[in-house]
């Protein structure tokens, strides 16, 4: 019994240690303005994550401090794909994601994936000499099947046009690629990406490379519906509908609560060190 004891003690003494040391982490960095959560990502995830496999992470060593997380997981997809009243959702700014650990992700400060390391911002007017182009797309143009954003198409077209090519208009000597790709987007999510927002950085030329998305949802309301008149409201439409209006009526919000409330705790438990090393 004493030896039962004295194991519990310690593990306890350990399970205080490290929470104290953990605190004293995001103590020292509270500093830079990063929520408190994040800095305990940082110290109980990020942290032995980098240790044991910086080697595998195809993203530079500098760039964790943006690292949100694996899409995989269903909240940091949607800390990656952020909800937007216009255009649905869009990706986030500012951050960092891996996709089944051996891909990245990276957006800049507008929200951009880049297409170059340094992750530069856009001004309204391309700066004098260069060529804007801006890439329109879904999954393939934001990233799909590429080992990292600087891999993925308009970086790769980036690339060839700096390599190989020169602009043959006049006062122009070289190129700029946007690349405003977002997965699951259709035809209509970049037109209104386009009338929105991207007309407003003047590209001398606009690529739309996509409608996968397009024949998917088609071919979804042909299987449900035969070939009758393309209707707006597909099932996505009324199943998220669904979800909304749940949030008004109380047993529904409750029970997303609950759930919600339910997965955080379990993931909570899942980063913590000690939780992970007895279980």
Sequence with gaps: MRGTRA???LLVALALLEVGVAWAYVAKRAFTGQPFPDLLTQYYVLQPWAARFSDQFPFPPEWWPLYVGDVGSPTVSSRWWIGDPLLGHRNAKNALVSENKWSYRRSNAQGFVITEADAPVYAAQP?????RIVVLGGSTVEGNGASGSLTALPAALLSVLRTDYAPTAAGLNSFEVINAGVSGYT?????LYYVSELYQLHPHLVISYGAWNDQQINN??????GSAAPRLATEEYWRYSSIINGHFQWTPAAGNFLIRTAVAAVQAARGFALVD???
Excluded at 127 to 131: D, L, R, T, V
Excluded at 187 to 191: I, M, Q, V
Aim: charged fraction near 10%; hydrophobic fraction near 65%; glycine fraction near 4%.
């Design 7 to 9: 194991i519990l003690a």
């Design 220 to 225: 979804r309301v042909l299987a449900q519906h």
């Design 277 to 279: 090393w007895v279980f």
């Design 187 to 191: 035809s209509a999510n970049e037109l």
């Design 127 to 131: 700066p004098a000499g260069i060529f």
